[in-house]
């Protein structure tokens, strides 16, 4: 395994809820345990998953999306992702097929990235209620899309020995190999709430949970059928990006904390790459952004587990105010909320925000919102020129219940992923902008 080419495989699923994440994480920890170079990838726009790859690894780890990205800009992360790595564990998203319609490798299923990296998939099969007849799914798997190789399977929530032996004998008749199998085991779960997993630096006793996963998988999968299944990752190379997002500014003041913590993590290795300088503070402990830098970002998170202690931050609250009156601010999702008039949490208690931005949020009216976005901007801002198009994701239970509806304050004309118009959205008013959506590339 070398730096230049790095062996790697993808972590699958027919379906969610399978057990990928589980297993992902006990082979990157029990590999990197093993003193390998391990890298996480995770498929598609989730921005949770990254950072508990990086707590098991040790290095950070990187989203692709093959519906959001050029082949070329998932190739260049890639590249500067990976250098140094000898083994990848990647870890798909969704089903195995899972994405919206379109062209073959635009998809962002998980599949496409197997495809165009070359890595074979390690397919992780819930046995819970079947036996023989799980080899009939995995054999769908296996031959749906010829562009992809199954390696083996791992079985998981495998209730007895004689549960197994009933599972590997439907899979002995198409010849599927079985890498490893995981009893029933309801503490190798990790803690979740309504975005998915409650974030890597949240989770109490991480290093503990990371390792408990590792020594279960290193019992219960042979890892070096594993490390022999791994392939060359193909199509490595960097070069100039024009879908890259540029940085909004030289010196870039990003809120970091329990509440702004969804950043792509190619966006900031991008405009460090580019030479920008990205200064962190928080708004929990109620730090203003530094008045040096020349751009405010506020990234998505969970304001509405804290908005108290947002609404009483008088130095944060007063130092936005003042940074916007000569300098760029911007959010995104939790951002965007933040610069809003108010926002009311889950137990109807409505608390004031920035009110930068003719918008009020509300999580007592829950409203699931999901979905890739296409946006079209209106002015020019930090994101681009005006007519400047951006494909980004949504992912909130945030109802608008109030918003200044007038198109000269819109931040963005905005389509689904099958060109579905979604009208005009977010705001921008002087040098302030904000939206729903997480932008990943210029499109």
């Known amino acids: 395994m070398t ?12 379906r969610s809820g399978s057990g990928k994440t589980t297993v992902t994480l006990g082979l990157q920890r029990a590999l990197a345990r093993r003193g390998l170079a ?10 949770i998953d990254p950072a508990f790859h990086a707590a098991a690894t040790g290095a950070p780890s990187v989203n692709l999306d093959s519906f959001a990205m050029a082949d070329a800009t998932m190739t260049t992360i890639a590249a500067r992702a990976l250098a140094g790595t000898q083994i990848v564990i990647a870890e798909g998203s969704m089903g195995l097929f899972d994405g919206v319609r379109g062209e073959t490798g635009r998809t962002g299923a998980s599949a496409d990235l197997a495809a165009l990296f070359g890595w074979p998939v390690l397919l992780v099969l819930d046995v819970s209620g079947h036996a023989q007849s799980a080899a009939a799914v995995a054999l769908g798997c296996a031959r749906l899309d010829s562009r992809i190789a199954i390696a083996g399977v791992v079985l998981n929530q495998v209730a007895s020995p004689r549960h197994r032996r009933l599972v590997e004998d439907g899979l002995a008749r198409i010849g599927m190999p079985v890498l490893g199998a995981l009893a029933r085991d309801r503490e190798l779960a990790l803690p979740e709430r309504h975005l998915g997993l409650v974030q890597a630096h949240e989770t109490a006793d991480l290093a503990a949970r990371l390792d408990t996963l590792a020594d279960t998988v290193a019992a219960s999968v042979d890892l070096d059928a594993v490390l022999a299944a791994a392939a060359p990752t193909r199509g490595l190379a960097e070069a100039a990006d024009a879908a890259a997002i540029p940085p909004p500014g030289q010196r870039i003041a990003l809120a ?29 402990a109620d730090e203003p952004p530094p008045a040096d830098c020349d751009v405010c970002w506020l990234p998505g998170g969970y304001p509405e587990l804290h908005a108290g202690r947002l609404s009483a931050a008088s130095r944060f609250r007063a130092g936005v105010r003042a940074f916007a009156r000569t300098k760029p601010v911007h959010g995104e999702c939790g951002g965007y909320m933040t610069l809003g008039r108010a926002l009311t949490d889950a137990d109807g208690v409505a608390h004031e925000m920035l009110g930068l931005l003719p918008v009020e949020t509300s999580f007592a009216r829950r409203r699931f919102n999901l979905g890739y976005r ?9 994101l681009g020129a005006a007519g400047t198009r951006l494909v980004g994701h949504e992912f909130h239970y945030a109802s ?37 959506f997480h932008a990943i590339a210029r499109r």
């Open 256 to 284: 970091r904390d329990d509440a702004f913590s969804f950043v792509y993590p190619h966006h900031l290795a991008a405009w460090r790459a580019a030479g920008a300088e990205i200064v962190p503070f928080s708004p929990l």
């Open 374 to 382: 296409l946006a079209t901007l209106l002015e020019d801002g930090l």
């Open 400 to 436: 608008i219940v109030a918003r200044e509806e007038a198109r000269e304050v819109a931040f963005a004309d905005m389509v689904d992923a099958e060109g579905g118009d979604l009208g005009a959205a977010g705001h921008r008013v002087g040098t302030v902008s904000g939206t729903f």
């Open 3 to 14: 730096a230049r080419a790095p062996r790697g495989l993808l972590v699958a699923a027919p």
């Open 38 to 47: 391990v890298r996480g990838v995770k498929n598609g726009p989730d921005y």
